[in-house]
């Protein structure tokens, strides 16, 4: 399974890669930040198919997306 990385300082919790997600991968998680915002953060057992969508809309490049072997080559 493909995953997601979000660097929780870099997060304005803006919430648009929450809107772009087509799996509902993304969450807001429960702790603060530098920016006084609740970043967000991969769901517990998501199923990321590493679209890259999330991380293309990211307006602060604060996703990296880690993409599986199998799902690279579909
Ligand atoms: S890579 Fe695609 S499926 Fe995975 S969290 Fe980002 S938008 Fe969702
Ligand atoms: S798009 Fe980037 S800055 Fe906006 S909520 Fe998602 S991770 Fe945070």
Redesign the pocket.
Known sequence: M???VIDPEMCKACEL?VS????E??EQSDTLNRYGVFPMR?KDG??????????TMCPDAA?E?YRTEKQKTE
């Open positions: 493909s995953h997601i890669c772009v997600c087509p799996k991968c993304i991969m998501a199923e990321c198919t590493g679209c890259t969508l999330c991380a996703i997306v």
